[in-house]
């Protein structure tokens, strides 16, 4: 028995910010941005939390599956930006949609969240745990990011991306394997100092700038790159899958040479490759279900396709999904 997406949706707040915006005060140019990130422009949310991008596109989500919040029983979240530390965002989702037979949590695991819930979330389903799971992968970026620090200000963007987790109809379609991995030596290079029990919230740490992201920008990229190569061709082998098997590569949208570099490895072209970086920047676990999204409503993804998702983010958290696409179109 295997567990696949019945019904996907995303949502972009509709405000854009080019390259731009950020030359008209900070010592950068659109050049740079493009040339060594891929970004051209990304979307900030203006008014509201994490959770308000996610229910727009649940709401989204069951409509075109036909079903009502009360169907739900079971939400997962995957967010480094929760709308507060506790309660989970899947109780706000909850509340807010109204989903009155649903449990659920929310799963931290940066740029991997997504793929990380979406393992969890078959393994739920699989076993008969939940039957109409929402997973959600969302992040307002904006709230963590320093703008005044041009290494990281360009990079974010905010957006959610979610979907319906079912059991598959054919055992031969839907998340048919993973491979993930973490490695907390890699937690220095990138995090979030304050805010946690490590280090509580406090004049001095906000001061410091310690509530935003910490990035070591060429540490992450390196491991980064040989990280999501090596685990995306390593479940092509171990399914012994050719790149003509594969339909899509769906990667973590954080820097278009990363993507190039796995694209390469895994001797795909880049016409079978999502790249949508440059209209979003990196929305943390939004990347991939978004991606999706995208694709499926322009008609680009067809049932029986094989798609590698493939991720890596703080940490250090990576790996890689195969799944064969299970829904008409
Ligand atoms: N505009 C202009 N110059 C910039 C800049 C910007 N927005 N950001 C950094 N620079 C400068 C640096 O200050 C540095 O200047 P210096 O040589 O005078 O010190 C120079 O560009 C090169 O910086 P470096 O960090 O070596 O650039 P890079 O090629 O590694 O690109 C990142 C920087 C952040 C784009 C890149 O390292 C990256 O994408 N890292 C991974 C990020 C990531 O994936 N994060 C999320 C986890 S999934």
């Not at 990363?258 to 790249?275: F, P």
Request: aromatic share 8%.
């Amino acid at each position: 028995m295997t567990a696949t997406i019945t019904s996907i949706s995303h949502y972009l707040p509709p405000d854009i910010y080019p390259n731009s915006y950020f030359e008209k005060y900070l010592d950068t140019s659109d050049e740079w941005i493009v040339a060594r990130t891929g970004i051209s422009e990304r979307r900030f949310i203006k008014d509201g939390a994490t959770s308000d991008m996610i229910v727009p596109a649940a709401k989204k989500c069951l409509e075109k599956r036909g079903l009502k919040p009360k169907d739900i029983d079971c939400i997962i979240v995957a967010s480094v930006t929760p709308d507060h530390m506790f309660p989970s965002t899947a109780c706000v989702v909850q509340n807010k949609l109204g989903a009155e037979n649903a449990w659920g949590y929310d799963i931290s695991a940066a740029c991997s969240g997504f793929l990380f819930a979406l393992v969890t979330a078959a393994k739920l389903v699989e076993s008969g745990a939940a039957k109409h799971l929402l997973l959600c992968g969302a992040d307002k970026m904006s709230s963590i990011v320093n703008f005044e620090d041009r290494a990281q200000a360009v990079l974010f963007g905010d957006g959610a991306g979610v979907c319906l987790i079912e059991k598959s109809d054919d055992p031969e379609m839907g998340i048919l394997d993973s491979i993930l991995h973490i490695d907390g030596s890699g937690g220095p290079y990138l995090n979030q100092v304050a805010g946690g029990s490590y280090r509580p919230a406090s004049i001095e740490t906000v001061n410091n700038k310690e509530h935003y992201i910490y990035q070591d920008g060429q540490a992450v990229f390196k491991a980064a790159v040989v990280g999501m190569a090596d685990v995306s061709l390593e479940i092509m082998q171990k399914n012994n899958l050719t790149a003509d098997d594969i339909a899509w590569l769906v990667p973590h949208q954080a820097n278009l040479r990363i993507i190039t570099a796995t694209a390469n490895r895994m001797g795909l072209d880049k016409e079978k490759v999502m790249i949508n970086i440059n209209k979003y920047g990196n929305t943390t676990a939004g990347t991939i279900p978004i991606c999706m999204s995208e694709w499926l409503n322009v008609g680009k993804i067809h049932k029986g396709d094989r798609l590698v998702l493939s991720s890596f983010g703080a940490g250090f958290t990576w790996g890689s999904v195969l799944l064969r696409w299970n829904m008409n179109e």
